[in-house]
């Protein structure tokens, strides 16, 4: 799987909004033609095409600019539940939500002889979190007013089922990882079989206080589900928060705390910050939830833990393999949440 499948580049520090790079006609010509028939905007012929990165290959994220507006395109080679995607950003707009909608969803790009998911949304005029109080209390604000609507999705029953799949997959996972811990042989891991057996004590300790069924923990409902800088965007007008990348949102039936661990993890603690400024942050976002945050630490962990299982179940059931520097980030993460237990 190429580096821009992984959120943005820089990860918890996506960095300026800058559409610049010039692509390949190739590329252009398929991504305009996937789209061509969906934006229904007087045709897209002529329209300027920019990448986020530079690249030959059409998996990234793009700026469509044309006359009657601007777009922001995504393409993957993960197809996932697009429409499913569609309708819970459709139904949180009407809810009031701050999001950015899926205008279109799931077209298909052929490329090589491989098929690839293209999307698009309106461009947000904005930028990523600045580190502030003021963006940390927009976000957790428009956070508490997303887990509110989503309480009353009307399509919860095939996100429980996607989720409950999913999970139940993960539990099956995790005991293939004890049992290769057991042998002392960790080629279920085939590429990263190293990276494995040197953190054999963590994936020990991850197969005992792991839960992939996110589901059995008290007020489960449908969330975000990945609360990262790279998923919030910040209103140049106002300063408002927008959420947005729902793809995880329809494999996922757990408690609004699954996001809120996101929130204070990726936003709070990633500066590795003083107990006082920590403690001043969980205020604003407290303040700015309107009301009181749960201990979060098993949370965060359990997200560490999840994701790193999630990561070899994309392995072993689509051959994509992440790069190890994606494996060593949720270590950190997991080992960080146990220096925080004051949230």
Known sequence: MRAEEFA??????????????????????AITQALDSSLALGGIHGARLYGLNSSDEPVGRYQLIMPEGSWFVRVSSRFGHPKLEQAIT????????????LI???KTLEWKGRPFRVDARPMVDGRHFNGSSDDLGNLASALATCHQALKGFPMVSEIRGIASARYKRLERIKERIRDAIGDGSFELFAERADWASEHRDWLAEMTECFTPDLAQYSGAQCVHGEVHPGNVLF??????????DFEE???????????????????????YPTKKTVDHRITVI?????????????????????????????????????PVSEYDKFVELERQARC????
């Not at 943005?8 to 010509?29: I, N, S």
């Not at 209103?235 to 947005?244: F, K, M, P, Q, S």
Request: contains cysteine; aromatic residues 12%; charged residues 20%.
């Open 235 to 244: 209103r140049a007008d106002d300063g408002a928060a927008v959420l947005v």
């Open 104 to 106: 279109v969803a799931g």
């Open 340 to 343: 925080y237990p004051i949230v």
């Open 249 to 271: 949102s329809i494999h996922l039936f757990a408690p609004p705390a699954w996001d809120l661990a996101f929130l204070v993890q990726r936003f709070c603690l990633s500066d």
């Open 90 to 101: 459709r139904y949180l707009v009407d809810y009031g939500v701050n999001v950015n909608p």
């Open 286 to 322: 407290t303040e700015a939830y309107r009301s009181p945050l749960p201990s979060l630490v098993d949370m965060m962990r359990q997200a560490a833990w999840f994701t790193v299982v999630t990561q070899l179940d994309l392995q072993l059931s689509e051959g994509v393999v992440s």
């Open 8 to 29: 943005w580049p820089e990860g918890d520090r996506p960095g300026e909004l800058k559409f610049w790079h010039e692509v390949a006609v190739e590329v252009r010509e």
